[in-house]
Nanobody, 126 residues
Framework: QVQLVESGGGLVQAGGSLRLSCAASGRTFSNCAMGWFRQAPGKEREFVGAILWTGGSTWYTDSVKGRFTISRDSSKNTMYLQMNSLKPEDTAVYYC???????????????????WGQGTQVTVSS
């Protein structure tokens, strides 16, 4: 059974940093994409960024480029989201997700992801 477990959320002041972790188990993720999404109250879940497990290529939504960095540690089957220069508008529940092995996926779409974590709250105070 595949499980994704996020951790590292919390309350931070604007301008601060947090690092989220997503520990994956139950399968290997070769040729999969793993992504971070977030959902603020009253809003749809939105794409934050993604990484190809094999090769490590990354993508980010424009609003986090230059502030957020996604990485992975294959030996630990864990993905990370380093968030710097946090803003109040970054406040949301952050979810990690993983696709099945495939090509041609639209990695910005929630529909491309087969597995989801339970989410971790990030709150940025002004």
């Amino acid at each position: 059974q595949v499980q994704l477990v996020e951790s590292g959320g919390g309350l931070v002041q604007a301008g601060g940093s947090l690092r989220l972790s997503c520990a994956a188990s139950g399968r290997t993720f070769s040729n999969c994409a793993m992504g971070w999404f977030r959902q603020a109250p009253g809003k749809e879940r939105e794409f934050v960024g993604a990484i190809l497990w094999t090769g490590g290529s990354t993508w980010y939504t424009d609003s986090v480029k230059g502030r957020f960095t996604i990485s992975r540690d294959s030996s630990k089957n864990t993905m990370y989201l380093q968030m710097n220069s946090l803003k109040p508008e970054d406040t949301a529940v952050y979810y990690c997700a993983a696709t099945l092995p495939a090509t041609g996926l639209v990695i910005t779409s929630t529909r491309s992801y087969r597995y989801w974590g339970q989410g971790t709250q990030v709150t940025v105070s002004s």
